[in-house]
T-cell receptor, first 111, second 113 residues
Framework: NAGVTQTPKFRVLKTGQSMTLLCAQD?????MYWYRQDPGMGLRLIHY???????AKGEVPDGYNVSRLKKQNFLLGLESAAPSQTSVYFC??????????FGPGTRLTVT | GEDVEQSLFLSVREGDSSVINCTYT??????LYWYKQEPGAGLQLLTY?????DMKQDQRLTVLLNKKDKHLSLRIADTQTGDSAIYFC?????????????FGKGTHLIIQP
């Protein structure tokens, strides 16, 4: 049981490039989330999903797209990366219980 | 809108108690959480409290909730060097945080020898 895993762990992009971050969970959780963490800002919700095939916008969705084609995977896409998207990205999942389980994070730098 | 406020730093001596405070604005919050983040790591749930409770104790951790003042605190008894981390307060409106959590900016707990 690996919990929540994220791929890749680190990435450097140039402005305008695109990439996809993958989140996978093996706990059969319904809900999945993408957060970003910036220095002094705490974690902010980008997008979330309450089930396979569903997605919803969080607090800071602009510049990102997501997909939940399979229950265990939640993908975060950046179509045209900008320096303002330099951040640490965390994925999380939970069922209808109280605890969100977090992945180890992806550190993204956009130059 | 929702907002969660925490002080940025707290410095305590090893062996003393640490008290980390948090205020929130959303009166419809149902669950309130404390997460711990060590350097370079993800977030680890320490404890949580349901909004109809006013206190919860779990070993060295005590959570106090004052719903009237929208104030949450985390007390760590007998603080150890391993408690050095960033502590985040978070709230959710829906059970299980189905629509995501709102986090404070985190409190850096610094342990003095």
């Amino acid at each position: 049981n690996a919990g929540v895993t994220q791929t890749p762990k680190f990435r450097v992009l140039k402005t305008g490039q695109s990439m996809t971050l993958l989140c996978a969970q093996d706990m059969n959780h319904e809900y999945m989330y993408w957060y970003r963490q910036d220095p002094g800002m705490g974690l902010r919700l980008i997008h979330y999903s309450v089930g396979e095939g569903t997605t919803a916008k969080g607090e800071v969705p602009d510049g990102y797209n997501v997909s939940r084609l399979k229950k265990q995977n939640f993908l975060l896409g950046l179509e045209s990366a900008a320096p303002s998207q330099t951040s640490v990205y965390f994925c999380a999942s939970n069922d209808r219980a109280y605890e969100q389980y977090f992945g180890p994070g992806t550190r993204l730098t956009v130059t | 809108g929702e907002d969660v406020e925490q002080s940025l730093f707290l410095s305590v001596r090893e062996g003393d108690s640490s008290v980390i405070n948090c205020t929130y604005t959303d009166s419809s919050s149902t669950y309130l959480y404390w997460y711990k983040q060590e350097p370079g790591a993800g977030l680890q749930l320490l404890t949580y409290i349901f909004s109809n409770m006013d206190m919860k104790q779990d070993q060295r951790l005590t959570v106090l909730l004052n719903k009237k003042d929208k104030h949450l605190s985390l007390r760590i008894a007998d603080t150890q060097t391993g408690d050095s981390a960033i502590y985040f307060c978070a709230e959710s409106r829906l059970g299980g945080g189905a629509d995501g959590l709102t986090f404070g900016k985190g409190t850096h707990l610094i342990i003095q020898p």
